[in-house]
């Protein structure tokens, strides 16, 4: 049985998409015959604070569904670019000391980006062990900071970037999470192997017929059409335009907006209902994941935001939504938007225009046979392409390609990175 390590700061009992993808992707790989063990931080993302039932000083060992779990400690936060950074770079500290003391040897490991500097570990824990790394990209980092306006010094981006180019090339494979990330990588470093591993979503989990009492409660959504955003609210998700459109369709009474989740901008939100009396909104806490599939099929619409177009950058709760048969309203652009518009899943506007998604609103709402419509267009793409058990096999396939050429090199044969990581 091979064994496979995989080293990511977020993961559940935190709630996320990075979070959600890894845990699930374990589990498909451990029922395809991995042993699969997963180092990580103490959870404390996104509130910036250690959870309840964990000592902040001391790592634990536990288990999760059918993955063995090394939890290790770091200073959280959840706001300001130095904060951050100190947060990183003590996550990076921890898995150096305790990732070689705490985790058995693998066959193979695989680092989640970002944060990107948690490549520094992989390639020490790689060479430690003298076993190949695969490197996973699921947000350009740097550049996603640029385009956000987080980092503008020029020094300060080009340094990253090497950072960021050097990791890839130490890599005996890098997946990205889209197909714009893979492009780059690929542009950027022609002689790095890179294939695209998309997100995705477990199809058995998510549909129209998971919608219960309870989440019907919890939404409010007795014969009102419900508009429902799940998700992290950052920076990156620019929330106040759901609010902005939710004050442009007042006079629709049978129609709300559901926000459910935490974050920086929570706050913010929170106070601008007060003050603007929307009516039409309500803010929820996160909630466990095993809820969201009935508090999707609960839902009438969902509401994906994305205020920055970062190359590279797809929502992964779009997958969720065509999963449970529930028509998009997409506000961004980019590779996100392109893959709604191709499953012809929902209504794409761009984000800065809240009188085309004013429009998109009221046309949603008034045309129930779109919406039904749009949501089995999204169904038939989530089992055909976005199937979380077939991007498992896919990956699996080659997780093994790599281990095989790395065993060849051992050997003595000629080191050749693209057929290392195909297997052949």
Known sequence: MPRLLLLTQYFPPEIGAAQTRLFELGQELSGLGWEVEVLTALP?????????????????????????????????????????????????????????????????????????????????????????????????????AKYMGVVNNRLILAGAEALELSYYRRAALVTGTSNEIVESVRRRCPSTHAEVITNGVDVDRFGPQFADDEARSLLGAQDRITFTYAGVMGMAQGLDVVLDVAAAVRDLSHVQFVLIGDGADRESLQRRIEVENLHNVRLLRAQPKERIPALLAASQVGFHVLKFAIPGAVPSKIYEAMASRLPILFAGGGEGARRVLDARAGLVVPYEDVRGLEQAVRKLASTPELRQELGRAGRCAAERLYNRKEIARRLHQLLVGVISGAQRTRRGHVSIPGVQADGG
């Open 44 to 144: 404390n993302y996104p509130t910036g604070r250690i959870f309840e039932g964990y000592d902040p000083r001391n790592p634990v060992k536990e288990a999760l569904g059918r993955l063995s779990i090394v939890r290790v400690p770091l200073r959280p936060a959840q706001s300001g670019f130095v904060q951050r950074l100190t947060c990183y770079f003590s996550f990076v500290r921890s898995v150096v000391r305790w990732g070689p003391v705490l985790c058995a040897k693998p066959d193979i490991l695989f680092v989640e980006s970002p944060p990107l500097f948690l490549g520094h570990a992989g390639i020490r824990l790689s060479r430690q062990w003298g076993v190949p790394m695969v490197f996973n990209v699921s947000d350009l980092w740097p550049e996603s």
